[in-house]
């Protein structure tokens, strides 16, 4: 079975532009999160969605927005991009939202902002 | 809030040794859950183990198991027998039994396996 994918694998952007990266849970998951890992840190909760509703938000701008789809798949959208948003993007699904839910991550989007 | 600690940033240890690896965390929640992840080189994290709290017994998968220590808020993990393939970045992380499925991080703990 595949595991949890994103696309695209690498982007580079220049600061004030929008970009959109996108996460596919493993087959039968519900629920997506997502989460911001600047290099030399540990990953921070950004969103959480199940059954397409928002579940939970980390302490992130409004430039950052998500979705999910009917298919459970989801997209991190982030406007007006700076230089901090340099990071690792790394998306979890897991079968349920709830605490006993083990999430499981996959690979990552590596974002630069020139 | 909760917060967790790993105060180790970087750990070396020898093939086949054992190592531990430590994580303290703050919070006033009775009910959560404790994970160890791992972080390979350019790699995915995966999931090492979990110990949910209400759980006296510490839990042990194959050559990975933790001591958790309640009272003293405190989730060490060790490995024994070593191999070069656990080299990587080892997170700790939180979640607290409320509606979000929310992960706090710890700093991760870099470990280097020599052969």
């Known amino acids: 079975d595949a595991g949890v994918t994103q696309s695209p694998t690498h982007l580079i952007k220049t600061r004030g532009q929008h970009v959109t990266l996108r996460c596919s ?42 979705r999910q789809f009917p298919n459970y798949s989801s997209e991190l959208n982030v406007n007006a991009l700076l230089l901090g948003d340099s990071a690792l993007y790394l998306c979890a699904s897991s079968l349920g939202a709830g605490a006993d839910d083990t999430q499981y991550f996959g690979p990552g989007t590596r974002l630069t902002v020139l | 809030a909760q917060t967790v600690t790993q105060s ?8 086949a040794e054992t190592v531990t690896l430590s994580c303290t965390y703050d919070t006033s929640e009775n009910n959560y859950y404790l994970f160890w992840y791992k972080q390979p080189p350019s790699r995915q994290m995966i999931l090492v183990i979990r110990q949910e709290a209400y759980k006296q017994q510490n839990a042990t ?40 499925n929310k992960l706090i ?11």
């Open chain 2, 61 to 100: 998968e194959n050559r990975f198991s933790v001591n958790f220590q309640k009272a003293a808020k405190s989730f060490s993990l060790k490995i024994s027998d070593s191999q070069l393939g656990d080299t990587a970045m080892y997170f700790c992380a939180f979640r607290d039994g409320g509606a979000t």
């Open chain 2, 8 to 15: 180790q940033p970087e750990m070396s240890v020898q093939e």
């Open chain 2, 105 to 115: 991080f710890g700093t991760g703990t870099l470990l280097a396996v020599q052969p």
């Open chain 1, 25 to 66: 849970p493993i087959s039968g998951h519900k629920s997506v999160s997502w989460y911001q890992q600047v290099l030399g840190q540990g990953p921070q909760f950004i969103f959480q969605y199940y059954e397409k509703e928002e579940r939970g938000r980390g302490n992130f701008p409004d430039r950052f927005s998500a």
